[in-house]
């Protein structure tokens, strides 16, 4: 850890904030010392939303498990659609105006509780739900069992919670109104008949017009409810009639884009941060992985100033690696390799340490590889499991022939168990894979369960290994950097974990990836390191650590021909203006577009033209009403401006030949996304 001298005489809080992809960790400084916000007793928080309701959003580690029910309702990998013209729909139905109101009779047996511990939230108070004391009894067993212990208890909070919301009551059996040779070969026997006698009572009661509903998922109760003339569901016939009666109401539709998501999952790290420091939090340092460009940066910054952030600042994921390294040690010269696998992005990164100074010499990447595509591999071994013992196709929704609902309620389900079992899977050689409840085609329930090993794992995820060294081969060709010139590879991200990608990087590359600080919270605590940089009244870490931020890409826009004309070149210090002039490509031209183009010339120096490999969109502007003019009668006027933090602004002028200005326009910020 960071030398306690240092930070003696620095006051007050200071948070990092690694907002990541799939999961997101919150760091903060306070009385000498470095911790962790908890949120439910885990320093790792999902970056997930789900809507309950239109005003109603749950987070984190609630939203996932809500999501496994109703996958329609969740917002996840929000981060990675930042800057794109991706949004989410989120329909609401109006119960209220439904003629064809569900006001039935449940009896929930014990197994639906286990398969869907959130099963009260498909009711409401037009509903009676019974339930048999057994059926507690039972649950509160269960929760001392390890396999189901979680849900076991989700399901109890749940019961506790809504039978103040909804129409519960508690039911002693009625075994005799049931005939006298049923079965009670075991104690399984003995809860059935019980829960089954109630539902007989209830459905004998000649006074109600109401339907009595028995839901279980134990095919065995199913036959006796049927031989004793009590109706029954199991969870997906109930799923398909509840999801039959919400089509017939109406409904509202909300869209959320990926900043509006992340403003809101902003908010929420903020006020859960102030309830676990006891503090208001006013300033925090968000980290971002090393290739967003200016406009998901702008974006990232703008959505944590409107989540209530007075200040943001924004550092780049490497930096923040650097700085958590660089306190840990003595102040010699070296060259740090930064593998850093996050969730939703890959970056690798070379970082120069001297003279208390850390830079970003070159670093290289894919937004698009990341720790999903690990668990894909996961989820096409589960895929494959399916296909082979049920017949079941999961691999594409139309080849599965189930409903979208169905196939996305699956797909989720399998999802977040390919995601447990792949963390797992760094600990142990070998994990069972369970998924209870999927559907099938036939909209019957089945299981999942087998034996997963990691060499499996590992052969599985190989070519994602295999492209992860060729980016650190290809930045190392670039780079003038050699092997030998490396001194220590740091390790960032959830992903980098992985044993076997651990050990493909010490096979490269000669050595042992340091493991000193946990990889998890290794950003975030570079971020509440960078905080203090920014904000703290004290000369001993700006002494200690001095970043030079340069940018990391050639900036320019397009001109005539798609030549890619550079403005801001790839190292230019920051922060860093420039302005250039150009004149209208015709007569009479109406309307002047602007396009936002970068480039790692490293990587890509013979890139010229915009549609060339290695050239990328960013951005455009466009003027339009443009008064007629003659080629050369009009200046148009560019105005580039990159922080420190790379984010981008951009002015454009456009001047008649006395220099009045006639038109302007500008990109400031979340501008760029409307």
Not at 77 to 105: A, L, V, W
């Amino acid at each position: 850890m960071a030398e306690e001298a240092i930070f003696e005489e620095v006051e007050g809080v200071y948070v990092g904030i690694d907002f990541g992809t799939s999961n997101s960790v919150v760091t903060y400084f306070k009385d000498n010392k470095f911790q962790q916000v908890k949120f439910k007793n885990k320093k790792i928080v999902p970056t997930a939303l789900f809507y309950r309701g239109k005003n109603n959003i749950v987070f984190g580690e609630r939203a996932l498990k809500r999501g496994v029910t109703n996958p329609e309702f969740l917002i996840r990998e929000f981060k990675r659609d930042i800057g794109t013209k991706k949004k989410y729909s989120i329909t609401f139905k109006d119960s209220t105006s439904n003629t064809n109101e569900d006001s039935n009779i449940y009896v929930i047996d014990t197994n639906i509780f286990i398969n869907e511990p959130l099963i009260l939230d498909n009711f409401s108070k037009s509903n009676s739900i019974k339930l048999a004391n057994s059926v507690i009894s039972e649950l509160s067993n269960l929760a001392n069992k390890d396999d189901v212990k979680v849900n076991a208890e989700m399901a109890l909070e749940q019961i506790e919670k809504k039978k103040y919301e909804l129409n519960i009551s508690f039911e002693e059996s009625h075994l005799d109104l049931l005939p006298e040779d049923l079965a009670v070969n075991s104690s399984n026997d003995d809860n059935d008949n019980r829960i089954l006698s109630i539902a007989k009572f209830f459905s004998n009661n000649k006074d109600s017009d109401k339907k009595v509903i028995l839901l279980t998922n134990d095919n065995g109760l199913k036959l006796k409810a049927e031989s004793n003339d009590v109706s029954v569901m199991n969870f997906s016939e109930f799923h398909s009639y509840k999801t039959s009666l919400e089509n017939k109401v109406s409904s509202e539709t909300i869209t959320i884009t990926p900043k509006e998501a992340s403003r809101k999952f902003l908010q929420f790290l903020k006020e859960e941060s102030e309830k676990s420091i006891k503090e208001d939090i006013t300033k925090a340092v968000i980290t971002v992985p090393a290739n967003f460009n200016p406009t998901q940066i702008a974006l990232i910054k703008e959505a944590g100033e409107e989540a209530g952030f007075e200040e943001v600042a924004i550092q780049k994921e490497p930096v923040a690696v650097g700085f958590a390294y660089a306190l840990e040690e003595s102040s010699e010269d070296k060259t740090i390799l930064v593998y850093d696998f996050g969730g939703g992005t890959f970056d690798a990164s070379f970082l120069k340490v001297s003279d208390k100074k850390i830079e970003i010499i070159e670093t290289d990447g894919d937004n698009q590889l990341g720790g999903k595509d690990i668990t894909q591999k996961v989820m096409e071994i589960i895929f494959d499991n399916i296909l082979d013992e049920v017949d079941l196709d999961m691999f594409e929704q139309e080849d599965s022939k189930l409903s979208l609902i169905d196939y996305n309620k699956n797909l989720e389900r399998i999802k977040q168990e390919s995601e447990r079992v792949k963390i797992e899977l760094s600990d142990y050689e070998k994990v069972n894979v369970e998924i209870s409840n999927l559907i099938n085609s036939d909209s019957n329930s089945f299981n999942v369960s087998f034996e997963l090993t990691r060499k499996k794992f590992e052969d599985e995820i190989s070519e994602i290994r295999k492209e992860s060294i060729k980016i650190i081969k290809n930045l190392i060709n670039n780079s003038g950097i050699s092997v030998s010139d490396i001194d220590e590879i740091v390790m960032a991200g959830g992903s980098s974990k992985i044993p076997s990608i651990r050990q493909s990087l010490k096979d490269t590359f000669g050595k042992e990836p340091k493991q000193s600080i946990d990889t998890s919270v290794v950003i975030s605590q570079g971020g509440a390191i960078e905080a203090i940089k920014q904000w703290s009244d004290k000369t001993t870490i700006q002494d200690k650590i001095v970043s030079n931020p340069t940018a990391l890409k050639d900036f320019g826009i397009e001109i005539k021909g798609f030549n890619f004309d550079v403005l801001i070149p790839q190292d230019t210090a920051l922060p860093f203006s420039v302005t250039k002039e150009y004149s209208t490509e015709k007569d009479n031209q109406e309307v002047i577009s602007i396009k936002t183009f970068q480039r790692n010339s490293s990587l890509y120096p013979e890139a010229k033209k915009t549609y060339d490999n290695g050239i990328e969109f960013v951005d455009e502007i466009k003027i339009e009403g443009i008064p007629p003019r003659r080629i050369g009668e009009l200046v148009i006027k560019v105005i580039f401006e990159l922080t420190r933090d790379d984010s981008l602004e951009i002015n454009v002028e456009i001047l008649d030949t006395n220099g009045n200005v006639i038109k302007k326009e500008s990109k400031l910020k979340s501008e760029a996304s409307k």
